[in-house]
Antibody, heavy 120, light 108 residues
Framework: QVQLQQSGPGLVKPSQTLSLTCAIS??????????WNWIRQSPSRGLEWLGR?????????DYAVSVKSRITINPDTSKNQFSLQLNSVTPEDTAVYYC??????????WGQGTLVTVSS | EIVLTQSPGTLSLSPGERATLSCRAS???????LTWYQQKPGQAPRLLIH???SRATGIPDRFSGSGSGTDFTLTISRLEPEDFAVYYC?????????FGPGTKVDIK
């Protein structure tokens, strides 16, 4: 059974960097068939896919156009986890953030969600 | 970027009734890449249907998906009390994923 456990601060100041981590159990971040994603949800933007990292003989990352200039998603093979960094946050980045495993084009396992508020 | 539109925004039905939810794409979507989720308050979305019509593991057969091209449908044949929730469609194309705005199925 795959489990994803999220960690990270729930409050970030404007202009600073939002950092979250998703620890994986029951699968490997280096899997050749899964992809590891971050998705957020807010009342104003709904569900918004942010990006993914995955391994297919080498590491790849894809990012949503809306955040491409500010986002990094990195795997950490030593800890079997992956992380999200979102730079230069504004109150518009306030949302519940989820990590999720995609198998093909569907997210079959999700983290518990982390409410991140951007406020001074 | 492909935009997904879901209708209706809210569907008010009684237990035992049939629910028909629509997802329309701004461009053609491969059926292999159309997914449906269910979300209840305070929970992460739950995978229902992948590949437009394949039920995920453990999903009851009252849930079915159909469609192709730009028009897809999620049908719940007989609503159970636990089915009242928000339903989202999602597509994959050009290395990007997008979600629809959701349809809320509430109790009439």
């Amino acid at each position: 059974q795959v489990q994803l456990q999220q960690s990270g601060p729930g409050l970030v100041k404007p202009s600073q960097t939002l950092s979250l981590t998703c620890a994986i159990s029951g699968d490997s971040v280096s899997s050749n068939s899964a992809a590891w994603n971050w998705i957020r949800q807010s009342p104003s933007r709904g569900l918004e896919w942010l990006g993914r990292t995955y391994y297919r003989s080498k590491w790849y990352s894809d990012y949503a156009v809306s955040v491409k200039s500010r986002i990094t998603i990195n795997p950490d093979t030593s800890k079997n986890q992956f992380s999200l960094q979102l730079n230069s946050v504004t109150p518009e980045d306030t949302a519940v953030y989820y990590c999720a495993r995609f198998y093909g084009a569907a997210a079959d396992y999700w983290g518990q969600g982390t409410l991140v508020t951007v406020s001074s | 970027e492909i935009v997904l539109t879901q209708s209706p925004g809210t569907l008010s039905l009684s237990p035992g009734e049939r629910a028909t939810l629509s997802c329309r794409a701004s461009q053609s979507v491969s059926s292999s890449y159309l997914t449906w989720y269910q979300q209840k308050p305070g929970q992460a979305p739950r995978l229902l249907i992948h590949g437009a019509s394949s039920r995920a593991t453990g999903i009851p057969d009252r849930f079915s998906g159909s469609g192709s091209g730009t028009d897809f449908t999620l049908t719940i044949s007989r609503l159970e009390p636990e089915d009242f929730a928000v339903y989202y469609c999602q597509q994959y194309g050009s290395s990007l994923f997008t979600f629809g705005p959701g349809t809320k199925v509430d109790i009439k």
